[in-house]
């Protein structure tokens, strides 16, 4: 599926409905492991004192 139809499906569903929106993304997300430096790359990213 291509960026544009994802956001186009995205935009169908009511903002206020959080939980529909996450499991349509997390649909489309790869399920590999992410790789070491992919890890590292975001822990980098994060704002601080943010922790998931």
């Known amino acids: 599926m291509s960026k544009e139809a994802l ?3 995205i935009d169908v569903i009511d903002e206020s409905d959080l939980d529909t929106i996450f499991q349509v ?6 399920e ?3 790789l070491p430096d992919e890890i590292e790359a975001i822990a980098a990213a994060a704002p601080k004192g943010c922790r998931r």
């Open 32 to 34: 590999d492991e992410p």
């Open 25 to 30: 993304l997390i649909r489309f997300v790869p």
């Open 7 to 9: 956001k186009e499906l």
